[in-house]
């Protein structure tokens, strides 16, 4: 089993500070995916990253990719309400196998 | 911007009886995946299907499960003998690469299923 576990599982800051979540595996992805769920829907992809060391930037939102492909992290910069939600992430082993290991997932929770 | 639907977002059954859970993924993609989240816990991966066949499926996915694409658009999850323990969220996803080729799996709002 290829586990990805997410820290931390639940965040609470104020409206405008930074915050940054990660998620570590003892296992290396091809490549690793951010998704955002809403209760009761889908997860709504962020990013994808596939290059080790490879750094994204969506808005205030920044994603890294461990050197080893082992880990990633997420940082949010000015946090705003808008932000709140419930945050994953998923690594595909690749070669062939394409299938998803999701997160154990954080969920943040911004305070206006 | 296209998604991947999916019907019916909720259904109830009795345990034991059959149910089959549809999802349209997007048109251009070629690989449909299910997963399943319980309540509380995380996505699972249930199966992947690429070219008419599974590619790969996990240890939950067992002979009371199975996937088929009838009509070139709709992608179906038969349960034939639902259990309680199988009411989770049933999500769908899309892609139209494999990963590590810059994959983006595209997944759909779900279908809540609850077995009594």
């Known amino acids: 089993t290829q586990l990805l576990e997410q820290s931390p599982q639940f965040l609470s800051i104020q409206e405008g500070e930074n915050l940054t979540v990660y998620c570590n595996s003892s296992?290396?992805?091809?490549?690793l995916q951010w998704y955002r769920q809403e209760p009761g829907e889908g997860p709504v992809l962020l990013v994808t990253?596939?290059?080790?060391?490879e750094v994204k930037k969506l808005k205030r939102l920044t994603f890294q990719f461990g050197d080893a492909r082992k880990d990633s992290s997420l940082h949010i910069t000015a946090a705003q309400p808008g932000d709140t939600g419930l945050y994953l992430c998923?690594?595909?082993?690749?070669?062939?196998?394409?299938?998803?290991?999701f997160g154990t997932g954080t969920r943040l929770t911004v305070i206006p | 911007e296209p998604e991947v639907t999916q019907t019916p977002s909720h259904q109830v059954t009795q345990m034991g009886q059959e149910v089959i859970l549809r999802c349209v993924p997007i048109?251009?993609?070629?690989?449909f995946y299910w997963y399943r989240q319980i309540l509380g816990q995380k996505v699972e991966f249930l199966v992947s299907?690429?070219?008419?066949?599974?590619?790969?499926k996990s240890e939950i996915f067992d002979d009371q499960f199975s996937v088929e694409r009838p009509d070139g658009s709709n992608f179906t999850l038969k349960i034939r003998s639902t259990k309680l323990e199988d009411s989770a969220m049933y999500f769908c996803?899309?892609?139209?690469?494999?990963?590590?080729?810059?994959?983006?799996?595209?997944f759909g709002p779900g279908t809540r299923l609850l077995v009594l």
């Open positions: 996803a899309s892609s139209d690469r494999l990963a590590g080729e810059k994959e983006t799996q595209y």
């Open positions: 998923a690594g595909a082993r690749g070669a062939g196998a394409n299938n998803l290991f």
């Open positions: 299907f690429y070219n008419n066949e599974i590619s790969e």
């Open positions: 990253v596939v290059t080790g060391g």
């Open positions: 048109s251009n993609h070629l690989y």
């Open positions: 296992s290396v992805f091809s490549s």
